[in-house]
């Protein structure tokens, strides 16, 4: 399924949790994404890296972000956008209900930060 959606999308947004596990995984992505950008679809672009679910209290989650930006964030091919969404039980929350962030919490940090990405990704396109 995911080299289905490669295939039909012209960009991707790649999100990260901030720990050890997700952080391989994006690295097999990311050859993922080489070998179909070669392949079948060679207008796919990467938008950037997403940090998600960073809980700024603990220095693990201050020790992952750091390592990604240092290793992703210069890279003109991949980069690590600025906004990076919290962790935050109103998200889980929401999504247990069925609904936005935006409607179930439309002033928590979460939905602030979602706002923030939108206008990010979209002062990127232009």
């Known amino acids: 399924m995911t080299i289905n959606a490669l295939v039909a999308a012209d960009r991707v947004l790649i999100p990260v949790q901030s720990s050890y596990l997700p952080v391989k995984g994006l690295?097999?992505?990311?050859?993922?994404i080489s070998v179909v950008k070669k392949r079948l679809n060679k207008q796919l672009e990467i938008e950037g890296i997403l940090i998600t679910m960073v809980d700024y209290r603990t220095n693990y989650a201050k020790d992952i972000t750091v390592?990604?930006?240092e290793s992703y964030g210069m890279n003109d091919e991949i980069g690590v956008l600025q906004t990076f969404i919290p962790f935050s039980v109103k998200i889980q929350e929401a999504s247990s209900?069925?609904?936005s962030i935006f409607r179930y919490a439309p002033k928590c940090k979460a939905a602030?930060?979602?706002a923030s990405l939108t206008k990010e990704v979209l002062e990127h396109e232009h």
């Open 97 to 99: 209900e069925g609904i």
């Open 67 to 69: 390592m990604l930006r």
């Open 27 to 32: 690295q097999m992505l990311l050859k993922t």
């Open 112 to 114: 602030e930060s979602f």
